[in-house]
Structure formats: C-alpha cells, structure tokens
C-alpha cells in the first residue's frame, strides 16, 4: 500500500550553486537558510528590475528521514514544477534529472536511501534560459521565474505500483454509459506476475460500478459498461465522480490510484462548439500563472482564487493556459466550477534544433499524461505559439497527442494566414482589430514594416475579426477559435487617462460581439486576463506588460466590466459606468460618449437632480452580445458651469435592482481592507489575498489616489513582498502567507490620510 506525504516544509536554499554542495553531508546554516515550498529563487519589485535577476543556477536541500520499515519499498520524490532544469541527488549520489519547468517528474531514490538515518537530498536548479528546453532559444514575451514553485510529495510504494490511470468516457449522450481505463503500472521485479486491477466508480460515498480484471502486462484497459443514471458534467453544473484503481497480488493491495473524472463530451465543429450536443459560444481570456514579487510560486489556495476570479468575477466560460501547462490546483478548480480549459506546451514563437523538438515531444507527452483526465480540458494545444508552420514536428505532435489521448481534438495557436492545418481546431491569434491605427500609419508614416498586421488590405477600424475562410486560406469553413485578441494592441493601465480605458474596454467588447455573430467562429479567447512582468524587450519599459483586464493584483480595469456583465441577471445583476466621472479627464472635456457596461434591461440616468431619460443597451452596434452596453451620446453640463453628481440606476423586469452614485467633489472618506479568505489551513504554505481601496463619501474608488500605505503583518503570517506599498488607481493588493502553525493573523495597514486598518485572519 502506498504511502504520499508532501514534504514542502523546512528544505534549505542557496540562490548560488558550487560543485561542493552536492556531497556535503551536512546543511551549512551559513550558506542555506530555510524555505518552504512552493519557493522562488528570488523575491523581484513589483517592476523595475532586471530580467536576469532570477536566471541562475541555485541550489535546494532537505533532510530525508526514511524508517527502516520501509527498506525494501520503492521510494519515489515526485516534483510538481521545477524552472527549468533539475539534477536531484540524495547522499551525493545523482539519481536522476528533468528537463522543463512546467511538467512533473519523478526521481526514485530507492538505490541511495540510508533507512533509519537522516539522508541529504540536493536539488540543483538551472533556472537560466537555456537553448535546448523550450520555450528558450529566442525571445519571450513573459518570465519564468525561477526555483522549486510547485509543490513536492515522497512516496513510498511496493515494488509494482501505478504508474498512470486514464478514464475515457464514452457513449454520452446515451442512456447506458461506459468508461474505459488506461492503467499502466511499473513493474521492478517479477515482471511476469499475475495482477488483479479492481475498478470502483463512485458518486460521492454511494458505489454505482465496479470492475476486476487479471493480467501480466504493464499496461491493460478494462471496461465498466452499463453506468446508467450518470449526471454529465457541463458548465452550469460540473458534476464529478470518483474513481479508485487497486491493484493486488495474491489477495495483497500493492498500490491505489484516486482520481476525478467528469461525463461529458465536447467537440469543435464546423458551425462552432458543442458540449453534451449543445452549442455554445466560448468566451474567455489567457491566463499567466504569475503574481508579483514572487513569481510563479504561489500555492493551492492562489491558483484556485484565480479560477474563480475568471468564472465568477468575470464571468467567463474558458480559459487558455498561456504558453504552458499550469498549476493541477488551477485545472482541479476549474474541473469543479466549470470552466473550460484550451491547455497548450510550453512555447513562443521560437522552434529550436532536433534536441529542442525532442523535447517539445516530451512536454506533449508530460502535459497529456498528467491532465488527461480532467474534465475542464477540452482541447490539447500541440504547437509551439505562434510559430511559423513546421510540418515535420507538428506531424509528430499531433500524432502522440492523439496516439495518448484519441477523446480529445488538437489545436494549435498560430498568427499566420493560410497556414497549414495539421490540429484538428484552427486556432488563431487575430489581431486585425485596431481602432484604425492602420489608417493613421498609412497617411502619416507610410511605413508598414514595424507594424503587426499580417494583412495591410484590412480596415482594422471597421473588420473587428476575419472571416475564417479568408485566414485559413481554404474553400470550406472548418473548427476554428479564436485565441488571442487585443493585448499589446492597446495596453492599458488601471489608471489611464479614461478615454484610453473606455476605449480599450469597447475594443474587448467589439471582438466579443463580432465573435458571437459568427457562426463559424467558436468563440473568441481575449489577451488577457492578468497583467504580468515580461522581458524587456516587451512591456512598457517596467518590465510590466499591461495587457490584462485586470492588473498584476487581479483588481479590474473597464474593460473587465466587458465581460462581466454578460453574465446572467440571475447570477449577478452588473452595472458599471466606464467613467471615473470628472468634467476634465477626457481631452476637450465631459464624459461622452459614456458607456455602461450592464445586463440589466434599461437604465435611468440623473445628472444632479434633473432626469436625463431612460437608456437601452445599444442593440444595434452590439447585436451579438447577450448584454450590449448602454451609451449615452448626449449630456448638457458646459465647460465652466457647475459639475454634478451622477445617478444610475438598472432595472430588470421594470423593477429597480441596482444603482451606483458618483461624486461632483469626491473626498477621501475611507479606507477598504478585505482579504480573500479569512480561515486558512495550518500545515502547507497557505496565502490569502487582501485588496486594500481608497474611496469617497458614496463608495467609489478615488482613481488618482496613490498615497502610501505601511503594512504590519504580526502573528502566524507573515506578509509577501514589501511592507511598504502605494496606492495604484486608488487601490493595490497584498498577498499574506502562514508560517505552517495554528492560531490568528493580525493584519494592520496605515496611512497618513485614513484611519488605521486592523483584520484578523485565523490559521486551522
């Protein structure tokens, strides 16, 4: 029977490295000091640092401790995510090594275990951009921070264990359902022995099937048919099951695998996308798995409030693991509320040599066998992002994607026009869209050669999306999505002039509309969800690319409104003026064109006390959109006449449901400090997030209000990042992290201006 045990507390950290490191039999307190994982390789500013500051080789100890009861097992390490090479050795003995940060390996260390005696287990990390792992080789438009930031479990098993289980679903839509099961196992010794597999397929604690089956191989599937009554998993109602795989050997249990599987299936079609046979319209964003200062390494709690964020924040239906395989904790989350997933190898732009490729191969290899069975996934992307078309390696990468994995379609994210297709989705980055800066460029400069646009004939003003058949390049429309638009068209910071902000919120909702009133086109992927640090040669010189709907902390801009008020009335009734409502913010002066972003029905508008009339969602520019925004094109209130307050209010049904009030003479009035969650888990690193918010007398955060703010985090926490902050647009976030006991954390921010802030947080 296997025993799992995560060990991510009291390893100890170098962030150099030196040969001597390796069979030191002792940890020099001198040189390493204790960390917990998951762990960055160095702690980075919010912005302004250099983009070289985290490529380094380090170096990671901890002390093994195994039981001389154990000696006789197999003991396995299992790394969730290591930037971006590993050597792992134990007692100055290498056992094994991995290439690539963003996909599992296991080393075993049975052969150098000194059972009942404290064992030195090193970890070397090269977390430089090195040539033969992708996506290195040329330049990127993201960071890959550094260290061992995904979690580590050991694993003590018998010497025939579970290797992989995959659950393939089939016959969906019928009455009677059936799984098949892919089980491999590894075999050390005695590699002829017969092996009996029983298969429980549970809902919540009640048995509906179960299967045995006898055989020698490594590798087996077996059947369990006739599931009947079996709830599918969808969007609305992600309904899971559980599956446990024993294997026994003359009646002795070896080893036990649990995993969750959803019934569901999803398919790309010609006309768009279907799931359980039903249509719909995928809307979603890219998502960077980074947070600031300390990179990628942010817990379970971190990568499933970013899950959230996107499903219930904003109301989204599908996510694009941008450029690489994410977090099992993000996936997992995203298996539970229902949000789809386009999961993709790590890549961008560059194609390296035949060593480079092979290793392509091994991260479609590594990232199939580890998600294969999440339900949230619908799509397995098997080409390097944006590259240029390379028939020899996506031949190869599509063939294994499908070879592993046949329930699933294969796409793969290019820019180019008339590209060769090889995937079974036309995925494609369109960026034709851009409010008519072609036009400018074609009167003014006319030079196009710096300029993004792979088709000079298109109005990027008027033709928000190609239509598919004129990008493919052939005469019948097939699968297609698109999976990228916006980003560094129009960056955008929280707190930008606001015109510039309406405009880039008008652009993602422009794209959005144009995606829904194409049958053809699935749906329509924006870039992207979160700002994120980048190289410099990107970004605006901050190493910041602002490219997201929400900053760097997760607090939304405009545009995010865009999409959230396309959800449904039932589950949130949305409104939200595009205005930080002042007469001289916009160029000339005034706050029109105004846009509401709103899923209400009709809005009425007060302008001090005078009623300025009913408003309707604009069906006519926003046809395709469930919930068209509210524009209202006229407002009198002459330059050097007294400003007014504002009033609005939604109705649903003719019923008042909503309402929002902006000051004429906004006053600092207080200062908001939540946290994401206020019960964490003792144990594990656990982190929360608390936003803190600058508003006026009617609740609004004040958006040029970048006072300073002191942040004191005492207790069983300890605070991420510096403790001296400012205000960004108003408001900024922090994250706070346990120190791995129970008890409370006291959270205490200052500032000059508001009153002291004290919350408390509890550790269980």
């Known amino acids: 029977m296997s025993i799992v045990k995560g060990i991510n507390n009291h390893w100890y950290f170098t962030p150099d490295f030196k040969e001597s490191y390796i069979t030191a039999q002792e940890i020099d307190l001198n040189v390493f000091k204790e960390v917990r994982l998951p762990h960055t390789n160095v702690e980075l500013p919010y912005n302004y640092f250099d983009d070289k500051s ?28 290591v930037m971006a090479y590993a050597e792992v050795y134990l007692n100055g003995i290498k056992l094994g090594e991995h290439k690539g940060g963003y996909t599992p390996f296991t080393i075993d260390l049975s052969g150098a275990v000194k059972f009942g005696k404290d064992n030195i287990l090193t970890v070397v990390v090269d977390s430089t951009e090195r040539e033969d792992i992708p996506p290195f080789g040329g330049v990127i438009d993201y960071l890959t921070f550094g260290g061992i930031y995904r979690e580590v479990h050991l694993r003590i098993t ?3 264990n579970i290797e992989n289980v995959f659950v393939k679903t089939f016959d969906i839509l019928q009455e009677e ?26 809902d919540k604690e009640k048995e509906i099937g179960n299967v045995s089956k006898e055989f020698s191989e490594d590798f087996t599937t077996i059947s369990m048919d006739h599931l009947q009554d079996i709830q599918l998993w969808d969007i609305n109602h992600p309904y899971l099951y559980e599956l446990e795989v024993k294997i026994l050997k003359n009646d002795k249990e070896f080893d036990s695998y649990t995993t ?43 990568q499933q409030k970013d899950a959230d964020i996107l499903k219930y924040e904003l109301g989204l239906n599908i996510v694009r693991t941008s450029h690489y395989p994410q977090s099992r904790h993000f996936l997992d989350r995203c298996d539970e509320i ?9 890549g961008w732009q560059h194609i390296g040599d035949a060593i480079w490729q092979e290793q392509v191969l091994e991260d479609v290899k590594g990232m ?42 294969t796409g793969g994210v290019r820019f180019l026009v008339h590209s060769e297709l090889l995937e079974d989705v036309y995925t494609i980055n369109d960026f034709v869209h851009d409010g008519g800066y072609r036009k400018y460029l074609a009167k003014n400069i006319k030079n196009f050669a710096t300029y993004d646009q792979p088709m000079k004939e298109i109005d990027g003003e008027k033709v928000i999306l190609r239509e598919p058949k004129m990008v493919t390049g052939l005469d019948h429309y097939v699968p297609y999505l698109v999976t990228e638009y916006n980003g560094h068209m129009y960056p955008t910071k ?18 959005q509309n144009a995606s829904h009133l194409n049958e053809h086109i699935s749906g329509a992927i924006g870039w992207c969800a979160f700002d994120y640090n980048t190289h410099a040669d990107f970004g605006s010189g901050d190493k910041i690319c602002y490219h997201g709907v929400m900053d760097m902390f997760r607090i939304p801009k405009f545009a995010a409104y865009a999409y959230k008020s396309q959800k449904d009335v039932k589950e949130e009734v949305v409104l939200e003026p595009v205005t930080y409502w002042s007469r001289g913010e916009r160029s000339i002066g005034g706050v029109i064109p105004l846009v509401i972003f709103t899923n209400c029905d009709y809005i009425d508008f007060y302008y001090g006390e005078e009623y300025k009339g009913r408003f309707y969602p604009d069906k006519e520019k926003f046809a395709g959109l469930p919930h068209p925004p509210v524009i209202v094109d006229e407002l009198t209130g002459y330059w050097g006449m007294k400003w007014e307050d504002a009033r609005f209010i939604g109705y649903v049904e003719e019923k008042e449901v909503i309402h929002k009030k902006y000051t004429r003479n906004p006053i600092p009035t207080e200062l908001e400090v939540a946290a994401d969650d206020t019960i964490l888990c003792a144990g594990d690193m656990d982190v929360t997030r608390v936003v803190v918010k600058a508003l006026d007398q009617y609740g609004n ?64």
Not at 266 to 287: C, E, P, Q, T, V
Not at 338 to 346: A, R, S, W
Not at 494 to 511: G, P
């Open 177 to 202: 359902k059936r799984i098949e099961i892919d089980l491999s196992l590894i075999k050390k010794d005695n590699k002829n022995d017969v092996i009996q597999a029983i298969c429980v397929l549970r």
């Open 54 to 81: 985290f490529q380094r080789i380090s170096c990671y100890k901890k002390i093994l401790n195994i039981p001389k009861e154990y000696k006789g097992k197999t003991i396995y390490i299992d790394f969730e995510g």
């Open 701 to 764: 955060i004040m958006p040029f209000l970048t006072d300073g703010i002191y942040v004191e985090v005492t207790g069983n926490g300890e605070l991420i990042g510096p403790k001296y902050l400012s205000l960004i647009g108003g408001s900024i976030a922090f994250w706070v992290r346990t120190t791995g006991e129970k008890g409370n954390i006291h959270i205490k921010v200052c500032s000059e201006r508001f009153k002291e802030k004290q919350i408390e947080i509890s550790v269980e």
């Open 260 to 302: 969750r599987i959803g019934f569901r299936e999803a398919f790309f079609k010609s006309d768009g996308f279907y799931l359980n046979g039903k249509k719909i319209k995928l809307m979603g964003l890219n998502r960077h798995q980074s947070y600031p200062y300390v990179g990628y390494a942010m817990p379970k709690r971190a």
């Open 338 to 346: 229902g949000l789809l997933v386009f999961e993709e190898i790590p």
């Open 368 to 409: 199939i066998l580890r998600d294969c069975n999440h339900p949230s996934i619908i799509l397995w992307g098997v080409r390097i992002n944006e590259s240029q078309d390379n028939h020899d390696l996506y031949v190869k990468t599509n063939a294994l994607a499908r070879k592993l994995d046949p329930t699933r379609q």
């Open 158 to 160: 018998e010497n025939i």
């Open 494 to 511: 929280r707190y930008d002039q606001e015109e510039r902000a309406m405009e880039h919120a008008l652009r993602h909702a422009r794209v």
